[in-house]
């Protein structure tokens, strides 16, 4: 009898199984201007919370602090074409960057990261970033030898 | 490649037909078809269809199967709606993909906008019904950051076929 049971909620479980549902509440309360603008330019490919698609677009949950406590990582971040390419303005783009670092972030925000600001983002913005690859590679490697040094 | 939940199924299945006569399993499906019908199966589903955010109503009104419904304003594709599925579900045999395009759309209820994410839908042929290209504020594929045009079930997990499109609501904007 217990058998029956337990072959009738397999049963249920698969029939329930129709639809994949995603969520449909309508919120109430805006979401912040920087978040809004993160939906709205990067979560298309980045997803909800910067992890990606395996293969195909890169987790920044892991390296955007390492990138974001160097000079050259803070360069990257802007330069890399997502972000320097999009139709935000300056200050937004780095009210966005310092939203993402403190939200989509797997490992903790040290003490020493500020914020960029609107003149960092021009100073670096104007500069086409050519080979993204190369580049994000070789500061995740210094940013890896700069922890197994410490 | 032994799948252990086909594994799982074919004990259950054979283990029932071993103890269950014809006519009990017979009579135990149709109270399940008919009685399960009656209550809905998980909360979570009635959580999320709890008003304000069901379509047709007042803070959401409009027709999800007509292109003219509010949440459509950015949208390329087969509506989901008119497919088996819904504004925020895709149909059975579908999955949706994650990664997606995403727009604002006015609410003519409220006056606000709402971040909306066009979450395709992928894993079988187009559903070909309810065709809506409404595109407002689309840009062409040089500007790839704001353009619709791409094939989001490439950032799936289940193949580039693309069947329809959904419509989510995941923010309010301003």
Request: aromatic share 4%; charged share 25%.
């Given at each position: 009898m217990k058998r029956g049971a337990a072959c009738w909620v397999g049963l249920v479980l698969v029939c329930s199984r129709g639809a994949t549902h995603l969520s449909a509440a309508q919120p109430s309360v805006p979401v912040p201007p920087a978040q809004a603008n993160y939906m709205l330019n990067c979560m298309g490919c980045h997803i909800v919370d910067g992890s990606g698609a395996?293969?195909?677009?890169?987790?920044?949950r892991d390296t955007i602090v390492p990138f974001a406590v160097s000079p050259a990582g803070r360069r990257y971040l802007v330069q890399v074409p997502g972000a320097s390419q999009s139709s935000l303005s300056d200050q937004a783009l780095a009210q966005l960057l310092g939203w993402m670092?403190?939200?989509l972030s797997a490992r903790s925000v040290p003490p020493e990261f500020v914020d960029f600001t609107a003149a960092e983002v021009a100073g670096y913005r104007r500069y086409p970033l050519i080979n993204v690859r190369e580049t994000r590679a070789r500061l995740l490697a210094l940013a890896a030898a700069d922890r197994a040094g410490q | 490649?032994?799948?252990?939940?086909?594994?799982?199924?074919?004990?259950?299945?054979?283990?029932?037909?071993?103890?269950?006569?014809?006519?009990?399993f017979i009579g135990g499906l149709c109270a399940l078809l008919f009685g399960g019908g009656a209550v809905p199966l998980l909360p979570v589903a009635r959580g999320e269809s709890a008003p304000p955010a069901r379509p047709g109503s007042a803070a959401d009104p409009g027709d999800p199967r007509s292109c003219e419904y509010w949440r459509?304003?950015?949208?390329?594709?087969?509506?989901?709606?008119?497919?088996?599925?819904?504004?925020?579900?895709?149909?059975?045999?579908?999955?949706?993909s994650a990664v997606t395009w995403?727009?604002?759309?006015?609410?003519?209820?409220?006056?606000?906008?709402?971040?909306?994410?066009?979450?395709?839908?992928?894993?079988?042929?187009?559903?070909?019904?309810?065709?809506c290209n409404r595109n407002e504020d689309d840009k062409p594929l040089y500007v790839p950051s704001r353009s619709n045009d791409y094939n989001w079930c490439a950032g799936s997990q289940v193949g580039i076929a693309y069947h329809c499109s959904t419509a989510r609501i995941i923010g309010l904007a301003k």
């Open positions: 395996p293969g195909k677009v890169p987790s920044l670092v403190r939200n | 490649m032994h799948n252990p939940i086909d594994g799982l199924m074919e004990r259950l299945a054979r283990d029932m037909a071993r103890r269950v006569s014809r006519r009990r459509h304003c950015a949208i390329d594709g087969f509506l989901c709606s008119c497919c088996g599925g819904s504004a925020h579900s895709c149909p059975p045999g579908t999955e949706a995403l727009g604002t759309c006015h609410n003519p209820a409220d006056g606000r906008d709402y971040i909306v994410s066009y979450n395709d839908c992928c894993g079988k042929s187009e559903c070909g019904r309810c065709l």
